[in-house]
């Protein structure tokens, strides 16, 4: 088994880098003489991954590699070819959301199988913004993370608004009755699909993976476009956690007593946007946190804002709608996305 020095641009030694985006480390290169789609009566060798996605190589006595990626390294091409005797062996593929490479190769002579390109050491996402800074999305939808923990989770990554790379961690489904104190009574199942939102679920693992968070309520559309969003940018691990902690009544009142107690926000990205003190309309700014409403945001887009009821009341079910007054009736959602 020969080892060679290769580079292109994805992870680094089973975790994503960002700063440069380049990867290092040993990867297995796994080949057969079939191309069927399947590896079948295959051949390894190992690699050690340097470099960068506009081009990469790689040499040895005996070996010389050379090669790029394209569309953000989603696709892959290279060849490999042996210096005596000369043979060139060619290979275009793409990667998954694991960050596996596979495809076909083919050689002047007719011949052609399938290969892979797999870290010996799994690459791990802990987020969607990981997934998206290492150039492997493959668009919204649902992909595998890794906790802190080490256990692994199904979760929707929001790949295209508001800059992409959010991972939805918490959702009130709209048939939800009112009266969730604890963030510990949520669910532990993850919501994937933000557009009909069946499941009561919060991410209750480390937060310090998150930076930005995101609060959606009143959604009743796709994409929440009815509904109303703000934001929180550059967040500590304990501020994401009070975020997350007023999605319980009794927490919120517990660890946020006033209402300027709440981290901020803003209610949009763009530079200069407005900053909203506890994350509250100006009429309760200062005043003590209610236990009949939970979520973030109060007041600041529409009156009676919130994500749900929070003392218990079954015939007012999912988000607020968002209008001075009136009660949930079943026909919104909320949703809590970070980056």
């Not at 929440?224 to 550059?234: A, K, L, P, R």
């Not at 529409?302 to 001075?324: D, E, F, L, N």
Request: net charge negative; aromatic share 10%; proline share 4%.
């Amino acid at each position: 088994m020969k080892l060679l020095a290769l580079s292109v641009t994805s992870l680094l030694a089973s975790h994503f880098v960002f700063a440069n985006q380049t990867i290092e480390g040993n990867y297995v290169l796994t080949t057969d003489n079939l191309h069927n789609g399947v590896i079948e009566s295959a051949s390894t060798q190992e690699i050690t991954l340097l470099g960068d996605k506009s081009h990469f190589m790689a040499q040895t006595s005996a070996q010389f590699l050379s090669g790029t990626t394209a569309q953000d390294g989603n696709v892959i091409e290279f060849k490999l070819s042996n210096k005596v005797p000369s043979n060139t062996q060619y290979f275009l593929g793409n990667v998954d959301a694991q960050g596996t490479y596979s495809g076909t190769w083919f050689a002047a002579n007719g011949n052609k199988g399938d290969w892979t390109l797999t870290a010996l050491q799994p690459n791990t996402a802990t987020s969607c913004r990981d997934i998206l800074d290492a150039g492997l999305s493959q668009g919204d939808g649902v992909y595998e993370i890794s906790t802190y923990a080490g256990d692994k989770l199904s979760v929707y990554c929001d790949m295209t608004r508001d800059g992409g790379g959010w991972t939805l961690v918490g959702s009130y489904p709209r048939l939800q009755p009112g009266g969730i104190h604890r963030i510990e009574e949520y669910g532990d199942t993850p919501e994937t699909d933000p557009n009909n939102v069946t499941r009561l679920w919060l991410y209750k693992g480390d937060l310090s993976v998150f930076s930005d968070a995101k609060e959606q309520v009143s959604c009743s559309t796709t994409n929440c476009t009815d509904g109303y969003s703000v934001y929180g940018q550059n967040f500590t691990a304990r501020e994401l956690e009070l975020v997350r902690y007023n999605w319980g009544a009794s927490d919120r009142v517990e660890k946020m007593p006033k209402n300027s107690d709440k981290p901020s926000c803003t209610t949009s990205l763009e530079p200069g946007a407005t900053v909203y003190e506890g994350c509250v309309g100006t009429a309760y700014l200062g005043g003590n946190v209610a236990d009949s409403t939970v979520g973030w945001q109060g007041d600041i887009l529409a009156p009676y804002c919130w994500v749900a009821r929070g003392t218990y009341k079954p015939q007012s079910s999912g988000s607020a709608i968002c209008s001075y007054g009136k009660e949930p009736n079943g026909s919104q959602w909320a949703l809590l996305w970070m980056r």
